[in-house]
């Protein structure tokens, strides 16, 4: 008898050591490798990833917004002062500004044949592609800071800031051109030349600035058609999703389109601008024969 409970403890304890070994390793182990990946997680963590220098990144963030908005207000603010530089405006605007125009009218003729196209998607669709598509290009702008924290580029995460600022003034615009046209939605079955009678269709309001985040998500991106493309789609399925449940005109939509990106490339092209502008003062050692000095460059 002790020689059999003899044998059952050496079988128990070969099966609790085979049973160690199937399951990985022992709690030692274990311990070990839990402390290599911690090793590994904060050696192959970004050079920012000290909370002092991140709320450096935040706060110098926070300020050029600041800044930028202020600057930026004060720009609009003396732009009828600005009325001579009318002439500077290229032909290329100029055509690109009438074909906006253009087709936006030759929407307008479309609109209610394309109503009817529109209303063969269901609310449920209709509004499933407003929430996806809104959610895409505001999580990609979130996303776009989020990679100008990770790998410090400054550039990227200003380009994010300029196309919130971009975003919110998109949406102003856009809600006082509803006031403005006054155009009436085609659930008020009045037709597509309805204007000027109180409505609130012209322009969509929450097309204006999906499209206005798609751009400065694609332009953060350096335009990269791998970027700019999903961006573009998720923006437009904002106001295909506006015209399934009855609430825009095609050229609502378009036009939307043409407002929200404007807006973004205005502000970039404002605060690229401002940024050539500003003074560079650089300093450099003069050496030459029997001569000893610095030299002092500053460009404005």
């Not at 050229?251 to 560079?280: C, I, P, W």
């Given at each position: 008898m002790m020689?059999?409970?003899?044998?059952?403890?050496?079988?128990?304890?070969?099966?609790?050591?085979f049973g160690a070994t199937r399951s990985g390793c022992s709690p030692?182990?274990?311990?070990?490798?839990?402390?290599?990946?911690?090793?590994?997680?904060?050696?192959?963590?970004?050079?920012?990833?000290?909370?002092?220098?991140?709320?450096?990144?935040?706060?110098?963030?926070?300020?050029y917004l600041g800044y930028t908005v202020w600057e930026d207000a004060k720009t609009i603010a003396r732009a009828p002062l600005e009325i001579g530089r009318i002439a500077d405006i290229t032909p290329e605007q100029l055509l690109i500004a009438a074909l906006a125009v253009g087709s936006v009218g030759g929407m307008i003729a479309l609109d209610g044949t394309i109503r009817e196209r529109a209303k063969?998607?269901?609310?449920?669709?209709?509004?499933?592609?407003?929430?996806?598509?809104?959610?895409?290009?505001?999580?990609?702008?979130?996303?776009?800071?989020?990679?100008?924290?990770?790998?410090?580029n400054e550039p990227m995460r200003h380009a994010a800031l300029s196309g919130l600022e971009s975003t919110v003034v998109a949406w102003g615009i856009a809600g006082l051109m509803k006031v403005g046209f006054g155009r009436e939605r085609p659930d008020a079955n009045k037709g597509p030349y309805a204007w000027f009678q109180g409505g609130r269709s012209f322009v969509s309001a929450d097309t204006t600035p999906a499209f206005a985040l798609a751009e400065a998500v694609a332009a953060g991106f350096d335009h990269r058609w791998e970027v700019?493309?999903?961006?573009?789609?998720?923006?437009?399925?904002?106001g295909v999703g506006r015209?399934?449940?009855?609430?825009?005109?095609?050229?609502?939509?378009?036009?939307?389109?043409?407002?929200?990106?404007?807006?973004?490339?205005?502000?970039?092209?404002?605060?690229?601008?401002?940024?050539?502008?500003?003074?560079?003062?650089?300093?450099?050692?003069?050496?030459?024969?029997?001569?000893?000095?610095l030299r002092l460059d500053v460009r404005y």
């Open positions: 020689e059999t409970g003899r044998a059952d403890r050496v079988m128990r304890n070969s099966l609790d050591s030692s182990s274990r311990r070990i490798l839990s402390l290599v990946a911690i090793h590994l997680v904060i050696l192959l963590s970004p050079p920012w990833a000290g909370a002092q220098e991140l709320g450096a990144n935040l706060r110098g963030d926070a300020g063969g998607i269901d609310d449920g669709s209709a509004l499933a592609l407003q929430y996806a598509g809104f959610s895409l290009v505001s999580g990609g702008l979130v996303a776009l800071y989020g990679a100008g924290l990770w790998t410090d700019a493309l999903p961006a573009y789609v998720a923006a437009a399925a904002v015209m399934g449940r009855d609430r825009h005109w095609a050229s609502d939509v378009l036009a939307s389109a043409f407002l929200g990106v404007g807006t973004t490339k205005l502000f970039n092209y404002m605060h690229r601008r401002r940024e050539e502008a500003a003074v560079q003062i650089s300093v450099s050692p003069q050496l030459a024969p029997r001569e000893l000095g």
